[in-house]
DNA sequence: TTGACAAGTGACCTTTCGTTCGCTATAATA
DNA sequence: TATTATAGCGAACGAAAGGTCACTTGTCAA
C-alpha cells in the first residue's frame, strides 16, 4: 500500500531520536507511532542503526542543498535596516521550522557518539553560518554600511551570539518571543557598533 | 572498605553519562569501571536514576559555588591587555577542567530530557557567563577602558563567541588550539572595537 | 486468471537491561 | 569477645530491547 512507508519512518525517526535521543528511541513506539507493528519497519530498513545511518544521509544531504551552495547567499543588503530585516527573516525560519529544529537536536544529542553527527553540528552550531554572513560583510564593507574590518571575524562575532539564542530556543520554546526580540536588538547594536562612522 | 565508594560513583557516573548519556550508560559498565560487581552499587543508590539525580544535585550546587555567588567576581581589569589575560585564564581554565568539560556534556546531552538539566545548561551556555560579564564591562566603562554602552549587551555579545568556541571543544578537543587563538583573536577584536576612543 | 512480489502481521528468539535477594567477609561497636 | 551493621559478591528475575521468520494480504504485470 503506502509506497512512503519508508519516509515517513524516517520523519518518524527524526521525531522521537530529536526528543529522546538514539539510545532512548525503541522500535516498537517507533512502528506503533506509524501504525504498524514493530517487525513492519524491517521490510524497509535492515536495522535501528540502518534507520540512523540513512536520516543522517538526509540530513547532511538537505544541509549541503540548503546551506551549502555559494549561489544560495542571501543578497548583499542596501541598509542597515535591510540587514536587520533580513537576519530577523532567517533567524524566525531557521527557529520555527520544525525539520531544522528536529536535526539540530539530533545533532545536540549525537554529537558525542557519531563522527558525522559530530561534523554536521558543527556546521550548523559555528562555521556554517560564519562562512554564510563573511561575504555579506565583506559586501556591505564595499557598499560602505560597515567599517573595514575582518569580515570573517564580524561574521564569526555576529552570528554566534544568534546561534546561542536560537539553541535557547530549541532548548526552551516558551522562551520563543524574548529570544527573538534579543535577536533583533543585537542586531541592531551590532550596525551600529560596526556601521560606517 | 572504601567508604568513599559513594564517591567514587558519581565521579564514574559523570564520566559515563558524558560519554554515553543517560540511557546510554548501564549499571553493569558502571560497576565494572570501579571494580565491582553491579549489585555493589545498589549498596549505596537506589536506582539508576537515583544516581542521575545525586549527580545533578551535585552539578547544580557546584555551579552555585562556583559561579553563583557575586563575591566570586574577577576584579574589574585595568587595561585591555589585562582583560584579554582574564578572559584567556578563564577560558582555558573551563575548557580544560575536566570536570566542568564533562558537566557541559551532560547537559548538552540530558537537557531535552531532565527539566533540571535543562536549567542549569542555560546558565552554563547563557546566562550564567553573560551575567559574569556585565558588571565587569560596567566598570571598565567607568573606568573609561570601554565606550559608554549597554553593558549586559556587551556581556552577551562578548561571552556567546567564547562559548560557542569552548563548545566546540568539548565536541572536537583536537580543535582546542586553534579555539583557543580564536578566543584570543576575538577578544583584543573586541576591547578594539568597544574601546575608549 | 494466475503468479510474483512488496508490505504488513504476530509469534518467537536472544540479549541486555535495571533490580532483587541471600550469602559472606570485614570492621567497628557494645 | 560477641554482636551487628556495612560493603561487596554472584546467581537469578522479569521486563524490554533489537531482530528473525513463517505467514497473510493486496496489487499489478503477464
Redesign the pocket.
Known sequence: ???D??ERILAAALEMFSQKGYEG?????L?ASL??????I???Y????AIWNALLDRMIAYYGERFGSPERLPPVPDSPEEFVVMTMRMAGFTIRDEQIVKTRKVLTLEQFRDERARELATKHFLTGLTEMFTPIFAGMMDKGLLRRDDPAMLAFAYTTPISALIRLCDREPEKTEEAVSRIEAFSRHFVMIHGAK
Chains 1, 2 share one sequence.
Open positions: 500500500m503506502a509506497k512507508t519508508k528511541t525503541n522500535i516498537r513506539e512502528s501504525g504498524l507493528v514493530k517487525s513492519g524491517y521490510k524497509h535492515e536495522s535501528k542503526e
